[in-house]
């Protein structure tokens, strides 16, 4: 089923038998007979040259820029920008929304059925019956165990390279190994059991490698960067390591045949609720990263606030304070809104348990607003009660028909 794919894993440790330290060594493969390789990914290792003329550049949704005042996107003059040394580059949104159409062109590919299809454990590898259905039973024993919000097996695992027990000996060329591992992922060489299940998943769904890719190159920056001058680079950072999940999903849990939006602007409200969710993770630690000297918020929207980072170090919750966080509250509700249309257009059996992750991590903003702002020495969480009460507010709205409200809905993000 799609769910052995798109679980729910939490941010806890995951167990060792992960191999997630294992991983980046040197290892044999899997037998590569049961795995074709598909012959349509572009599996270089040459990194993505952005092109400068994107006939995309001046749509509204590559280029937007947050308004604190009031707390809505506003469209950027230009999605190229200059840099210091007056060299022209792309902004981030442009960057991001170049892999959002490569994306939906290969679902474009397929067309759309009422279900999304099953990922059946059909495949028998040479030399060991039934190894693939042991490798998605195993994949379900972990997100049995660890569920809590969406995540994937195999992000869980790139994300215990930098978080995980092993962190402090991953080195950038660790990652590289990760990287090359996950391209015979792709190529349909897998190493492991939780290799195998993805590696079949990937060949059965019109998944492109690129937002893999890119959550490995979240897990780079998080080992050489713990500021972001802007919100353009902080942008780029959710995306990396939240927004690419999204990316991830859509093929996997499906588009409505009876959805009238386009597959774009389905891919864009994915991508805009990892956005939200990062945004919101960001929000609730603010005080969990400061102690490990990390601050992931916008240097200038800081400076602008009159807020250093010894303030936040510091931890005191000042009126100062208060304004800077209603600000990025406002921002990170707008991009839930954003993806709250594109929801309603998955297929039906994918709707509740997305709507249900949405409006958990929602309520994680209320929560911040009910602590009075406090991210420093107060947790934001949401109790037991209100997710069981949210639960079928979720599922009420997964009946919703997406003819009722795709275009008026999505063209207003």
């Given at each position: 089923?799609?769910?052995?794919?798109?679980?729910?894993?939490?941010?806890?440790?995951?167990?060792?038998?992960?191999?997630?330290?294992?991983?980046?060594?040197?290892?044999?493969?899997?037998?590569?007979?049961?795995?074709?390789?598909?012959?349509?990914?572009?599996?270089?290792?040459?990194?993505?040259?952005?092109?400068?003329?994107?006939?995309?550049?001046?749509?509204?949704?590559a280029?937007?820029?947050?308004?604190?005042?009031?707390?809505?996107?506003?469209p950027?003059?230009?999605?190229?920008?200059?840099?210091?040394?007056?060299?022209?580059?792309?902004?981030?949104?442009?960057?991001?929304?170049?892999?959002?159409l490569?994306?939906?062109?290969?679902?474009?590919?397929?067309?759309?059925s009422?279900?999304?299809?099953?990922?059946?454990?059909?495949?028998?590898?040479?030399?060991?019956?039934?190894?693939?259905?042991?490798?998605?039973?195993?994949?379900?024993?972990?997100?049995?165990?660890?569920?809590?919000?969406?995540?994937?097996?195999?992000?869980?695992?790139t994300?215990?390279?930098?978080?995980?027990?092993?962190?402090?000996?991953?080195?950038?060329?660790?990652?590289d190994?990760?990287?090359?591992?996950?391209?015979?992922?792709?190529?349909?060489?897998?190493?492991?059991?939780?290799?195998?299940?993805?590696?079949?998943t990937?060949?059965?769904?019109?998944?492109?490698?690129?937002?893999?890719?890119?959550?490995?190159?979240?897990?780079?920056?998080?080992?050489?960067k713990?500021?972001?001058?802007?919100?353009?680079?902080?942008?780029?950072?959710?995306?990396?390591?939240a927004?690419?999940?999204?990316?991830?999903?859509?093929?996997?849990?499906?588009?409505?045949?009876?959805?009238?939006?386009?597959?774009?602007?389905?891919?864009?409200?994915?991508?805009?609720?990892?956005?939200?969710?990062?945004?919101?993770?960001?929000?609730?630690?603010?005080?969990?990263?400061?102690?490990?000297?990390?601050?992931?918020?916008?240097?200038?929207?800081?400076?602008?606030?009159?807020i250093?980072?010894?303030?936040?170090?510091?931890?005191?919750?000042t009126?100062?304070?208060?304004?800077?966080?209603?600000?990025q509250?406002?921002?990170?509700?707008?991009?839930?809104?954003?993806?709250?249309?594109g929801?309603?257009?998955?297929?039906?059996?994918?709707?509740?348990?997305?709507?249900?992750?949405?409006?958990?991590?929602?309520?994680?903003?209320?929560?911040?607003?009910?602590?009075?702002?406090?991210?420093?020495t107060?947790?934001a969480?949401?109790?037991?009660?209100?997710?069981?009460?949210a639960?079928?507010?979720?599922y009420?709205?997964?009946?919703?028909?997406?003819?009722?409200?795709?275009?008026?809905?999505?063209?207003?993000?």
């Amino acid at each position: 089923m799609a769910c052995l794919l798109l679980r729910m894993i939490a941010p806890a440790d995951i167990p060792s038998g992960l191999g997630s330290a294992e991983a980046v060594r040197e290892g044999d493969h899997l037998p590569r007979k049961a795995f074709p390789p598909r012959n349509n990914r572009n599996l270089s290792r040459k990194r993505r040259r952005w092109s400068l003329r994107s006939p995309h550049a001046d749509s509204k949704y590559a280029s937007l820029r947050f308004d604190p005042e009031s707390g809505r996107n506003l469209p950027l003059v230009s999605s190229l920008l200059t840099s210091t040394a007056g060299e022209v580059a792309v902004s981030s949104e442009q960057k991001v929304y170049n892999v959002v159409l490569k994306q939906a062109a290969l679902v474009k590919q397929q067309p759309r059925s009422s279900t999304a299809p099953d990922v059946k454990p059909d495949t028998v590898i040479p030399g060991s019956v039934g190894l693939l259905k042991e490798a998605y039973d195993r994949c379900g024993e972990v997100c049995a165990e660890y569920a809590k919000t969406f995540y994937l097996v195999w992000c869980r695992r790139t994300d215990e390279l930098v978080d995980g027990p092993n962190a402090s000996q991953i080195t950038p060329t660790a990652l590289d190994r990760w990287e090359s591992r996950l391209e015979d992922v792709f190529a349909g060489r897998p190493y492991d059991m939780l290799d195998a299940a993805l590696s079949d998943t990937v060949s059965k769904y019109p998944v492109d490698i690129q937002p893999f890719r890119d959550m490995i190159e979240g897990m780079r920056m998080d080992l050489k960067k713990s500021r972001y001058k802007n919100f353009d680079e902080l942008y780029l950072y959710c995306y990396y390591v939240a927004g690419t999940v999204g990316l991830m999903s859509v093929p996997v849990m499906g588009i409505a045949p009876e959805s009238k939006a386009t597959t774009e602007s389905v891919y864009g409200a994915a991508l805009a609720l990892g956005l939200a969710n990062q945004l919101t993770n960001i929000l609730r630690d603010v005080g969990e990263d400061a102690r490990r000297g990390r601050i992931y918020l916008p240097q200038d929207e800081l400076a602008q606030a009159g807020i250093s980072d010894e303030d936040i170090f510091d931890g005191k919750v000042t009126e100062k304070w208060r304004s800077f966080m209603k600000n990025q509250i406002k921002r990170a509700r707008m991009f839930f809104q954003q993806a709250e249309a594109g929801v309603t257009e998955l297929n039906r059996a994918s709707r509740w348990p997305v709507w249900a992750s949405l409006q958990l991590y929602r309520q994680i903003l209320d929560e911040i607003e009910a602590n009075d702002y406090n991210n420093f020495t107060k947790r934001a969480y949401v109790s037991k009660a209100k997710k069981l009460l949210a639960l079928p507010v979720a599922y009420r709205r997964s009946l919703i028909s997406p003819s009722s409200l795709s275009q008026s809905s999505l063209a207003k993000t």
